[in-house]
Nanobody, 129 residues
Framework: QVQLVESGGGLVQPGGSLRLSCAASGSGISIETAGWYRQAPGKEREVVATITKTGTTKYADSAKGRFTISRDDAKDTVYLEMTSLKPTDTAVYYC???????????????????????WGQGTLVTVSS
């Protein structure tokens, strides 16, 4: 029912910039904590940045000062602005979000609130000259 769709990845020159978007869709959704993760070839997935419902952010040391995570709750969207990109930033970037959503419970015969962690399918960022 709930889906996260990333966009904005692509090929960029070293020193360039990209803006990734993560759009959430579903019934009665509300994103709590959200984050961006990345997985480079041959490496484990790692956290890049997270943002809470109240806007508190955390960044990996590798991203600090270059990347900015933000959110637009009116659009149910989370962003990652990346600047001064390096070849080592090359990875598939994944959006993650803890989401409150609603769905119909046929036993209770009413809409109920659910809470679950979702992942997007990823968007590839390639930094190369």
């Amino acid at each position: 029912q709930v889906q996260l769709v990333e966009s904005g990845g692509g090929l960029v020159q070293p020193g360039g910039s990209l803006r990734l978007s993560c759009a959430a869709s579903g019934s009665g959704i509300s994103i709590e904590t959200a984050g961006w993760y990345r997985q480079a070839p041959g490496k484990e997935r790692e956290v890049v940045a997270t943002i809470t419902k109240t806007g508190t952010t955390k960044y990996a040391d590798s991203a600090k000062g270059r990347f900015t995570i933000s959110r637009d709750d009116a659009k149910d969207t989370v962003y990652l602005e990346m600047t001064s990109l390096k070849p080592t930033d090359t990875a598939v970037y994944y959006c993650n979000a803890d989401v409150n959503y609603s769905e119909y419970d046929e036993v209770l015969e009413t809409d109920v609130s659910r809470y679950f962690e979702f992942w997007g399918q990823g968007t590839l960022v390639t930094v190369s000259s």
